[in-house]
Nanobody
Framework: QVQLVESGGGLVQPGGSLRLSCAASGSIFRIYTMRWYRQAPGKQRELVATIARDGSTNYADSVKGRFTISRDNAKSAVYLQMNSLKPEDTAVYYC???????????????WGQGTQVTVSS
């Protein structure tokens, strides 16, 4: 069984920085696209950033120029560096990945449990 575990959330002042990490473990043949989502109270979950296996990235307009997604395929990990944080970035951040557990297995989508990011003075 594959698990995604996030870490790195916390409380930070406006203008500050945080780095989120997400590590995948379990039976993994290959990890394809990895993503970070977030969900603020009373709002729908939204896609923040995406990184393909080849390293190509996409960002939501609201975080472009402030957030950077990266990955380490050898460690089965994805990261989100968040700079110039704003109160509106406050949310639970979720890691998401498309994973094939065996060479002939189906491509399945997995979620982490989420990590809270609070931006407040």
């Amino acid at each position: 069984q594959v698990q995604l575990v996030e870490s790195g959330g916390g409380l930070v002042q406006p203008g500050g920085s945080l780095r989120l990490s997400c590590a995948a473990s379990g039976s993994i043949f290959r990890i394809y696209t990895m993503r970070w989502y977030r969900q603020a109270p009373g709002k729908q979950r939204e896609l923040v950033a995406t990184i393909a296996r080849d390293g190509s990235t996409n960002y939501a307009d609201s975080v472009k120029g402030r957030f950077t997604i990266s990955r380490d395929n050898a460690k089965s990990a994805v990261y989100l560096q968040m700079n110039s944080l704003k109160p509106e970035d406050t949310a639970v951040y979720y890691c998401n990945a498309d994973i094939r557990e065996t060479i002939n297995g189906r491509l399945l989508n997995y979620w982490g449990q989420g990590t809270q990011v609070t931006v407040s003075s």
